[in-house]
C-alpha cells in the first residue's frame, strides 16, 4: 500500500507536495534552476533548507558553490539563548507545526519554536545566478523577544572543468563589502578556468555582524551541526578570511513585540565582480518585487505543466506526470551535457517546451565528428568513444519534427566539431547512420567502442574488440526512421539505402544474436558472450529484449519468447533488472559492470532507464498490463516499494531501485537520470496512445483493464486537444472509434487543425 501519507501528500492536483514531519526517511530535495543560459545556476533545498549548488558556464565548466547540506538559517533567542532550525536539523531542537511545501518554483519551510513562527521561501529567478531565501518571522508569544538569525553558508567554490582536471579551494578570500551589504568569496587559484569561482551571500537589511572563518563560526570542535558561535550565545565578529575554504555568515539582530512580524530578504549565489552583486541586491530590497519574481517563475512553471495533462485517476501517476516529470526533464539540460542522455530528454521535453528541446539537440550535434559518430559528452566535451552516441541523432530529430511538423529543421546548417566542416541536419543524420553501418566488428555487429549505453560495460584487454547487440538494434531502429523521413521528403535513393542496411541487420541479429530463449548482449573477439544462457552470470539483459521489440527485428514468437524469459528472470517486486543473475566478482571479460557491488545500479540493479524502454515495448506487443505494472514500480512510492523502504523523494523518478538483500528496495540517484523522458513517453504516447506522428496525434491506446475511463489534454502544433478515453468495454487495446468535436474520424489521425482553439476528440477502445 502505498505511504507517502505517513509524511505528507499531494496538493492542489498535484501541483504541491507537502511534507508534514522534520525527519522523512531521507532529506528530500527539491531542485531550483535558472533555465538553459551561458551561465546555469542548480540549487538542491531539502526539507531543512540545505543543499548542494553548482554553476556552470556556457562551457560547461561546473563549479560547486556550497556542497550538501552547508547553507542553512540559524534562529537564537538572545535572552533565553535557545537556539533552533526552522526544519529542526542540524541543531534537531523540536520544533511544532512543521511544514515543508515542494513545488515546481519554490521550496517553504515553516514551524513554530517557543512562540517564534518562522518561514523560509526559496527560489531561483529566471535567468539569475543565485538563490533567494525569504524570511518571515512572527512573534506568537505574549512576551518582547531579541532574537539573532545567522544566515550561513560555507563556500566551496571548486571545480571539475574538463574530465581529468579539477580547482579546488586552496586559496581562498572572503570579505564583508559595504557597498553589497554581505560577503563576498573568492577563489583565487591563478588557474581558475573563468572569472566566476566566486560567490556572494547578501540581506535585504544591513547584518549587524558577519563571520567570514567558518572555523570561527563552528568553533574548535564543531560543525554545521552545532556551531558554537550560535549554540553559545555569540556574535559574530566581523572578521575577513584567508583560507582553503571560506564562510559568509550574517548575523542580524531582531526585536519583535507581542504579534509584530518583520520580513528578511537573502541572495545567494555565484558571481563575476561586485557590480554584478550590487545589481543582486538592489533586486531583493523591494519584498513586492521579490515577490513578482517568484510569480513570473511560477507562471513559466504552469505553462510548462499545460503541454499535456493527464487524468488516470492514480494518486502518484497523475501528479508525477503533469508536474514534476516536466521539472525533472528540464533539469538535466540545465546540469548535465551527456550526448545520450540529452537528445533522449530533447525527444520528450519537446511535448511541453520545443524551444529548449530544440536548441539543446542542435547545440549536441555540433560536437559530432565529421566521421557521423559523436563525444560522450558536450559540455563540457568529453570525448570519450562510445558506440550508442550518433544512434540517439536518429531517434530524436524525427521526434522534434513529429511534434513540430517542421520538416525545415532537416534543412538547418549545423557546424560539425572543430567548426571546419558543416551540414543540415540531415546530412547529420546520414553521417550517423552510415558510421554505424560501417562501424562493424567480425561478427558484423557495431563495435562497442568504450561502452555502449551501458557505461560499465566496456572494452577490455581480455575481452578484446566488442560488439553490441543493442547499438545494432538501435541502428535497425534508426534506419526505420530514416527510411520514414526520406519517404516523406522524397528522398529515394537514402530509403532504399535505409531500407537495404535494415534488412541486412536485422537477419545477420536474428542470425547471430538470438541465444535460443532471449537476445544476447555483447560479442567478445574471443567468442565469449554477455547475455547468454551459457553464462552462470550476466545470463540475461533486459535491454537488448527491448530494442528487440523497438526496432522490429524480432518475430511475433521471438519477442514473447524473450519477454516471457524477462518477467521470469527481470521482474522483481521493487522493479527490473537490467541483467540477471549479478556479477559476484570481477571477470576481466566483462569490465567494470562486474566490479559494482551485485544488484546495485548496472550490475543487476532495478535500473529505471531501461524499464523505461521496456513500457514502450510492452504496448508494442501489447502487453497492456505489464505496461502499467512497469510504470507503477519505475515511479516512486510503488505498492510494492513504498517510500517508507526506497526513501526517495514521492514526486520525483530515480535511476534504480536496489533488489540487493542489504539494501532491498533502496531508491537510488534521484532528479538526473534519463529514465523521466522514456516514463513521458511511455505513458502518455504509448499506455493512453496519443502518439506524436508527422500527419498529426496518432489514437492507439494500450490501457490496463482497471482503467475504464481516462483523459488526455494535449497542446499540439498551436491547437489544444481534450481527449477522453472511453475503455467501459474492457477491449483495453485500440481505437474502435474516434470523434472529433462530435464528428467521427475515419482512421486514428486527428487532424491537424493550428487555430488555437481547444477541440474535443472521444475515443472508444
Given amino acids: ?97 512543521y511544514r515543508c511545501v515542494y513545488t515546481g518554483a ?106 567570514c572563518d567558518y572555523r570561527k563560526f563552528y568553533g574548535p570542535d564543531g560543525s554545521f551541526i552545532a556551531p558554537a558561535m550560535v549554540v553559545k550565545g555569540l556574535d559574530a565578529q566581523n572578521r575577513a578570511c584567508d583560507r582553503e575554504s571560506t564562510c559568509g555568515t550574517l548575523q542580524s539582530k531582531l526585536e519583535l513585540a507581542p504579534g509584530q512580524e518583520i520580513r528578511l530578504d537573502y541572495a545567494l549565489g555565484q558571481c563575476g565582480s561586485l557590480e554584478e552583486i550590487g545589481a543582486v541586491r538592489q533586486s531583493i530590497l523591494n519584498p513586492e518585487a521579490v515577490d513578482a519574481s517568484l510569480r513570473c517563475l511560477e507562471h513559466s512553471e504552469a505553462a510548462l ?35 545520450r542522455d540529452s537528445l533522449q530528454i530533447d525527444d520528450a521535453l519537446c511535448m511541453v517546451d520545443p524551444a529548449v528541446a530544440e536548441t539543446d539537440f542542435l547545440k549536441a550535434i555540433s560536437t559530432q565528428h565529421p566521421e557521423g559518430h559523436a563525444p560522450h559528452s558536450f559540455r563540457p566535451l568529453d570525448t570519450k568513444f562510445s558506440s550508442d552516441q550518433p544512434a540517439w541523432i536518429l531517434l530524436t530529430a524525427p521526434g522534434l519534427i513529429k511534434e513540430s511538423g517542421d520538416l525545415s529543421l532537416l ?26 553501418c560501417g562501424d562493424l566488428g567480425v561478427h558484423g555487429l557495431c563495435r562497442q567502442h568504450h561502452c555502449d549505453w551501458n557505461d560499465g560495460l566496456e572494452e577490455t584487454p581480455e575481452s578484446g574488440e566488442r560488439e553490441s547487440v543493442m547499438v545494432t538494434q538501435q541502428l535497425c531502429y534508426g ?44 560479442f567478445c573477439a574471443d567468442s565469449f ?17 527491448s530494442w528487440a521489440v523497438l526496432s522490429r527485428i524480432a518475430s511475433e514468437d521471438r519477442a514473447r519468447q524473450a519477454f516471457k524469459a524477462v518477467d521470469e528472470q527481470i521482474e522483481t517486486d521493487v522493479g527490473f533488472r537490467i541483467c540477471y543473475p549479478p556479477y559476484s566478482k570481477f571477470d576481466p571479460r566483462v569490465g567494470r559492470i562486474s566490479t559494482v557491488h551485485p544488484g546495485k545500479s548496472e550490475n543487476g540493479g532495478c535500473y529505471n532507464h531501461a524499464a523505461g524502454f521496456k513500457i514502450v515495448a510492452d504496448c508494442m506487443l501489447g502487453r497492456n498490463e505489464e505496461a502499467w505494472r512497469t510504470v507503477l514500480k519505475l515511479l516512486p512510492n510503488s505498492p510494492w516499494n513504498p517510500v517508507s523502504r526506497s526513501l526517495g523523494e514521492p514526486f520525483v523518478t530515480v535511476n534504480s531501485y536496489s533488489p540487493s538483500e542489504a539494501s532491498w528496495g533502496l531508491a537510488g540517484l534521484a532528479w538526473r537520470t534519463g529514465s523521466c523522458a522514456w516514463l513521458s513517453k511511455g505513458v502518455l504516447e504509448w499506455i493512453l496512445g496519443v502518439r506524436r506522428d508527422y500527419k498529426g496525434l496518432l489514437i492507439d491506446p494500450c490501457l490496463p483493464g482497471h482503467m475504464k475511463t481516462a483523459v488526455v489534454n494535449r497542446t499540439f502544433r498551436n491547437a489544444g486537444y481534450r481527449i477522453q478515453i472511453d475503455n467501459r468495454s474492457g477491449r483495453n487495446i485500440g481505437a474502435q472509434r474516434i470523434t472529433v468535436d462530435g464528428k467521427d474520424l475515419t482512421g486514428r489521425h486527428l487532424p491537424v487543425f493550428n487555430d488555437h482553439a481547444v477541440h474535443k476528440i472521444n475515443v472508444t477502445v
Fill in 1 to 97: 500500500m502505498n505511504d507517502d501519507t505517513l509524511y505528507g501528500k499531494f496538493d492542489q492536483g498535484g501541483r504541491r507536495y507537502i511534507l508534514t514531519t522534520p525527519v522523512p526517511p531521507r532529506p528530500w530535495v527539491n531542485l531550483h534552476f535558472s533555465g538553459p543560459q551561458d551561465n546555469e545556476y542548480y540549487s538542491h533545498c531539502t526539507n531543512y533548507g540545505t543543499g548542494q549548488t553548482t554553476c556552470r558556464d556556457k562551457n560547461g565548466v561546473k563549479c560547486t558553490i556550497i556542497r550538501e547540506h552547508h547553507k542553512i538559517l540559524y534562529l537564537r533567542d538572545d535572552d533565553t539563548k535557545a537556539c533552533w532550525n526552522i526544519g529542526q536539523f542540524p541543531l534537531n531542537h523540536p520544533v511544532s507545526r
Fill in 106 to 211: 519554490s521550496t517553504t519551510l515553516s514551524s513554530v519554536f517557543r512562540g517564534i513562527r518562522a518561514s523560509q521561501r526559496v527560489f531561483v529567478p529566471q535567468g539569475a545566478t543565485h538563490e533567494v531565501w525569504t524570511l518571515d518571522l512572527k512573534n506568537t508569544s505574549k512576551r518582547h523577544r531579541r532574537l539573532s538569525i545567522f544566515a550561513h553558508a560555507e563556500f566551496m567554490l571548486w571545480g571539475f572543468p574538463a574530465p581529468g582536471s579539477y580547482y579546488g579551494p586552496i586559496n581562498h578570500r572572503a570579505d564583508y563589502v559595504e557597498e553589497i551589504g554581505g560577503v563576498w568569496a573568492r577563489n583565487r587559484n591563478h588557474f581558475c578556468p573563468n572569472e566566476r569561482f566566486k560567490g556572494f551571500l547578501i540581506c535585504s537589511r544591513k547584518p549587524d555582524a558577519y563571520e
Fill in 305 to 339: 505543466a499545460s503541454g499535456f495533462q493527464i487524468e488516470t485517476g492514480h494518486p502518484v501517476v497523475d501528479p508525477v506526470l503533469n508536474f514534476w516529470i516536466k521539472k525533472q526533464m528540464k533539469s538535466y539540460i540545465v546540469y548535465k551535457s551527456g550526448f
Fill in 411 to 436: 534543412e538547418r546548417k549545423i557546424p560539425y566539431r572543430g567548426g571546419t566542416d558543416a551540414g543540415t541536419v540531415w546530412d547529420h543524420m546520414l553521417r550517423a547512420m552510415r558510421w554505424l
Fill in 479 to 522: 534506419l526505420l526512421r530514416v527510411a520514414e523521413l526520406a519517404a516523406i521528403i522524397g528522398d529515394s535513393r537514402v530509403e532504399r539505402e535505409a531500407c537495404d542496411q535494415y534488412e541486412i541487420f536485422k537477419t545477420r541479429l536474428n542470425d547471430i544474436a538470438w541465444d535460443g530463449e532471449w537476445y544476447s548482449r555483447s
Fill in 529 to 545: 558472450i554477455i547475455g547468454s544462457h551459457a553464462r552462470e552470470e550476466g545470463r540475461i539483459f533486459l535491454n537488448t529484449q
